[in-house]
T-cell receptor, first 107, second 113 residues
Framework: AQRVTQPEKLLSVFKGAPVELKCNYS??????LFWYVQYSRQRLQLLLR??SRESIKGFTADLNKGETSFHLKKPFAQEEDSAMYYC?????????FGSGTKLNVKP | ETGVTQTPRHLVMGMTNKKSLKCEQH?????MYWYKQSAKKPLELMFV???????ENNSVPSRFSPECPNSSHLFLHLHTLQPEDSALYLC????????????FGSGTQLSVL
């Protein structure tokens, strides 16, 4: 079975500080990995996916097959980044989610 | 409301009640999902439907009974639930393919008394 692990339940940083939200996966084969975000009072939505190699709202995530990781990074956190972040993997059309990390960006 | 719509938003039921959760999408997607979100636990995949056919039942107890009459609608019928079934139930849909991604509803917050 696929597993996605997010070791941090809460991450607090000050505005302007770098942010790294950790995600590790256990999956044999070529994983498809995603980061989803849930802002306060909003529904869960896609932030970015590894196959696109994109930067969204200043966030990037690199797939590291050697470390089986897909950490989410942003060099300078903003207060509006405060939200719940979920790492997810996909096999066929089944998406498996981690337990989430709450990011709190303090002014 | 566009996207994925779930009703009701909140539901309180006793253990002997029978109720149904409804999910509707008009995004042209042909895959629909039920997830369970409990406090401090990962989102748990419950059921997956592709073109109205169930393709995944993730060892869900029979007191949860899904129904997918067409690609736009998904139901979750509930009966004789337990207090530990209290959770946020999320519906999602997707269009399988290279750029597949999930679109979520707002969820139904279920409390079983």
């Amino acid at each position: 079975a696929q597993r996605v692990t997010q070791p941090e339940k809460l991450l607090s940083v000050f505005k302007g500080a770098p942010v790294e939200l950790k995600c590790n996966y256990s999956y044999s084969g070529s994983p498809e990995l995603f980061w989803y975000v849930q802002y306060s009072r909003q529904r869960l939505q896609l932030l970015l996916r590894h196959i696109s190699r994109e930067s969204i709202k200043g966030f990037t995530a690199d797939l590291n097959k050697g470390e089986t990781s897909f950490h989410l990074k942003k060099p300078f956190a903003q207060e509006e980044d405060s939200a719940m972040y979920y790492c997810a993997s996909k096999r066929v059309n089944k998406f498996y989610f981690g337990s989430g990390t709450k990011l709190n960006v303090k002014p | 409301e566009t996207g994925v719509t779930q009703t009701p938003r909140h539901l309180v039921m006793g253990m002997t009640n029978k109720k149904s959760l409804k999910c509707e999408q008009h995004l042209g997607h042909n895959a629909m999902y039920w997830y369970k979100q409990s406090a401090k636990k990962p989102l748990e995949l419950m059921f997956v439907y592709n073109f109205k056919e169930q393709t995944e039942n993730n060892s869900v107890p029979s007191r949860f009974s899904p129904e997918c009459p067409n690609s736009s609608h998904l139901f979750l019928h509930l009966h004789t639930l337990q207090p530990e079934d209290s959770a946020l139930y999320l519906c999602a849909s997707s269009l399988p393919g290279v750029n597949e991604k999930l679109f979520f509803g707002s969820g139904t917050q279920l409390s079983v008394l």
